[in-house]
């Protein structure tokens, strides 16, 4: 469930892709970049991945001057091991193609969610075909499952779409606000609606921080820990991270 800050938040501000890779037009020049964090939450799609504890994460990437790109991130994550599981962190794989017509560029790619050894009895690994669509500083995805998606049965098809803005508030500041639905196929109870709203800053040399408000409308009784605390509740999520 790719997304450096905060998940899903994921053509969010200062992350990649989580998620995941955003749309944007074909970098001029082949370029090869690493990146690590931190952050006190990792939210993707607005549910805790880390029992709403602080979770490290890195990743790398190589982008093509012909508009390909491939990339892995990965995560610390608990939700695996609160469901029962036995794997302790998460490894996105990815590869798309970034282009533009006229003035609305787009990026099709296909993204894997690796959960090692995951031991569930519905395996969570999952398999994601993505598109989107960028025009002026707004973004449309929609990613769809072509298997089971995270460990739930039956819900090949299900799907999520988001819709996010990028406003450059200059000073090396940026705002982006957030809406998106995930759908479970054949497990509705769990489909729901999550929101962000990031504030990034630019703190120069590769290194740039997030602050998000997210939340959901998640069913309280169905996203929880062990302990019994909502995944899904509003809450800041901030992260750190540093790129080279």
């Known amino acids: 469930m790719k997304k450096i800050f905060v998940p899903s938040l994921m053509a969010l501000a200062l ?44 990743g790398v990437d190589y982008a093509d001057k012909s508009g390909f790109y491939v990339g892995a991130w990965g995560s610390s994550i608990k939700w695996i091991k609160d469901a029962g599981g ?3 962190a998460e490894l996105d794989l990815y ?10 560029s787009y990026d099709l790619g296909f993204l894997r969610y690796e959960y090692p050894s995951n031991k569930l009895a519905v ?13 002026g500083p707004a973004t449309l995805k ?21 819709l996010s803005g990028t406003f450059d508030l200059g000073g090396g500041f ?26 990034g800053k630019d703190l120069g040399n590769g290194l740039s921080a997030t ?6 409308d998640a ?20 992260g750190l991270k540093y790129a080279f």
């Open 142 to 162: 929609y990613s769809h499952a072509i298997s089971n998606l995270f460990g739930f049965a039956n819900s090949k098809n299900s799907y999520y779409v988001d």
């Open 123 to 135: 395996s969570a690994n999952t398999n994601e075909i993505y598109g989107a669509a960028t025009f």
């Open 15 to 58: 992350g990649s892709v989580s998620g995941l890779a955003q749309a944007q037009t074909a970098t001029p020049e082949s370029s090869l970049s690493f990146n690590v964090g931190v952050t006190s939450d990792y939210r993707y799609r607005g549910i805790s991945q880390s029992r709403l504890q602080p979770a490290l994460q890195g």
């Open 219 to 238: 069913d309280k009784a169905l996203y929880v820990t062990p302990a019994g605390k909502f995944t899904g509740k509003t809450g800041l999520v901030v």
């Open 86 to 88: 036995d794997a302790s």
């Open 174 to 199: 940026s705002l982006v606000p957030h809406v998106g639905y995930q759908s479970v196929k054949n497990n509705g109870a769990y489909s729901y609606t999550d929101y962000a709203l990031t504030l």
């Open 211 to 216: 602050a998000a408000l997210v939340g959901t």
């Open 95 to 104: 590869a798309g193609y970034k282009g533009a017509v006229g003035d609305v």
